[in-house]
């Protein structure tokens, strides 16, 4: 069965700052990798998506790569401003027959301190 | 403008009262799911459906029905709510044509008292 991890749980950083959030998963067999926001108490908001046959996804100051060999995936924030505090999900879709399931990760919350 | 709505997005209930929690996209979307989210679990897939009059069990489908009777239109259904059944709801829809992206709602919080 799919696992997604994401580390850290938490991570706070000063306004300005690039940072990294990892996202790892256990079977290589997936359809692609969508990466989400959610504000608290909100909906989920699509940010990148990656499907199974791409390395990488870029949206204004986001970029999204995907290793799926080594079950991995990154999400890229450069610039980081105080409106980018959020959780931040990825969840994965497996590429078998009948996989119509989204596995996530348990999220990376993110403050951006001013 | 595209979306996905619920409603209702508050809901505050006693046990064994029957709910039923809609979802509606106009996207055309033939996929549709339901998921509930709970700290410390993250989002768990409960029911989902492939197209009019297809579903299937998610991962947590105990306590909860769906029916699937027009393409834009998805509707959660608790016959007889429990306390373990208060959770943040979201309704899920995508189209496999494009990527299968997920378009989510934006949540229905269900207390179960």
């Known amino acids: 069965k799919q696992e997604v991890t994401q580390i850290p749980a938490a991570l706070s950083v000063p306004e300005g700052e690039n940072l990294v959030l990892n996202c790892s998963f256990t079977?290589?067999?997936?359809?692609?990798l969508q990466w989400f926001r959610q504000d608290p108490g909100k909906g989920l908001t699509s940010l990148l998506l990656i499907q199974s046959s791409q390395r990488e996804q870029t949206s204004g100051r986001l970029n999204a790569s995907l290793d799926k060999s080594s079950g991995r995936s990154t999400l890229y924030i450069a610039a980081s401003q105080p409106g980018d505090s959020a959780t931040y999900l990825c969840?994965?879709?497996?590429?078998?027959?009948?996989?119509?399931?989204?596995?996530f990760g348990k999220g990376t919350k993110l403050s951006v301190i001013p | 403008e595209a979306q996905v709505t619920q409603n209702p997005r508050y809901l505050i209930t006693v046990t064994g009262k029957k709910l039923t929690v809609t979802c509606s996209q106009n996207m055309n979307h033939e996929y549709m799911s339901w998921y509930r989210q709970d700290p410390g679990l993250g989002l768990r897939q409960i029911y989902y459906?492939?197209?009019?009059?297809?579903?299937d069990k998610g991962d947590v489908p105990e306590g909860y029905k769906v029916s699937r009777k027009e393409k834009r239109n998805f509707p959660l259904i608790l016959e007889s709510p429990s306390p373990n059944q208060t959770s943040l709801y979201f309704c899920?829809?995508?189209?496999?044509?494009?990527?299968?992206?997920?378009?989510f709602g934006p949540g229905t919080r269900l207390t179960v008292l």
């Open positions: 969840a994965v879709k497996g590429s078998g027959a009948g996989s119509y399931q989204l596995t």
């Open positions: 899920a829809s995508s189209f496999p044509g494009r990527g299968n992206e997920q378009f």
């Open positions: 459906s492939m197209n009019v009059e297809v579903t």
């Open positions: 079977d290589s067999a997936i359809y692609n």
